[in-house]
T-cell receptor, first 114, second 114 residues
Framework: KQEVTQIPAALSVPEGENLVLNCSFT??????LQWFRQDPGKGLTSLLL?????REQTSGRLNASLDKSSGRSTLYIAASQPGDSATYLC?????????????FGGGTRVLVKP | GAGVSQSPSNKVTEKGKDVELRCDPI?????LYWYRQSLGQGLEFLIY????????KSGLPSDRFSAERTGGSVSTLTIQRTQQEDSAVYLC????????????FGQGTRLTVV
């Protein structure tokens, strides 16, 4: 059974510092990995989707890497801003599962202090 | 529509009553998923629809839960004889097709069973 872990569970940084969020998964038979952002009381906003054949994806200040063989992904957010405060979730789509059924990590709650 | 739309946004119901939650996916998306987000449980998969194929119901927690998707578009999740443990945020997601495409989530329905 796939298990997805995100460490740390919570992170507090001063504005301007780079953020590094970690995601690990136990079964490397994945189709893709997706990073989401969730604001309190809201749904999930997709940030980046990395296919299993890719090593990284970039969007603006966000960069996500994927090392499928070691079961790891890292989300980097450059020059953090207070507006980046949210919970960040990673999720993997499994080859053995139907469609793109996602298995989620528990999330990392980020606070960027002005 | 512009995004995945869910209604109602909040629902309070008495224990034992039936509830219906609605999801309107992004136009043209053939894949639709329901997830549940509970305190302390994280996000868990409930059910997956892909086109006209039989749905993957492997995540439904009991036979009190059912879902249908009419005309390949709008989906309704029904919970019969609600219990307090059903209290959670129910999230719907859609994607262009199955395996490799990005999942987009709605804002969720917060269900409270009293």
């Amino acid at each position: 059974k796939q298990e997805v872990t995100q460490i740390p569970a919570a992170l507090s940084v001063p504005e301007g510092e780079n953020l590094v969020l970690n995601c690990s998964f136990t079964d490397s038979a994945i189709y893709n990995l997706q990073w989401f952002r969730q604001d309190p009381g809201k749904g999930l906003t997709s940030l980046l989707l990395i296919q299993s054949s890719q090593r990284e994806q970039t969007s603006g200040r966000l960069n996500a890497s994927l090392d499928k063989s070691s079961g790891r992904s890292t989300l980097y957010i450059a020059a953090s801003q207070p507006g980046d405060s949210a919970t960040y979730l990673c999720a993997v789509g499994m080859i053995k599962a139907a469609g793109n059924k996602l298995t989620f990590g528990g999330g990392t709650r980020v606070l960027v202090k002005p | 529509g512009a995004g995945v739309s869910q209604s109602p946004s909040n629902k309070v119901t008495e224990k034992g009553k039936d509830v219906e939650l609605r999801c309107d996916p992004i136009s043209g998306h053939t894949a639709l998923y329901w997830y549940r987000q509970s305190l302390g449980q994280g996000l868990e998969f409930l059910i997956y629809f892909q086109g006209n194929s039989a749905p993957d119901k492997s995540g439904l927690p009991s036979d009190r839960f059912s879902a249908e998707r009419t005309g390949g578009s709008v989906s309704t999740l029904t919970i019969q004889r609600t219990q307090q443990e059903d209290s959670a945020v129910y999230l719907c997601a859609s994607s262009l097709e199955g395996r490799t495409t990005e999942a987009f989530f709605g804002q969720g329905t917060r269900l409270t069973v009293v």
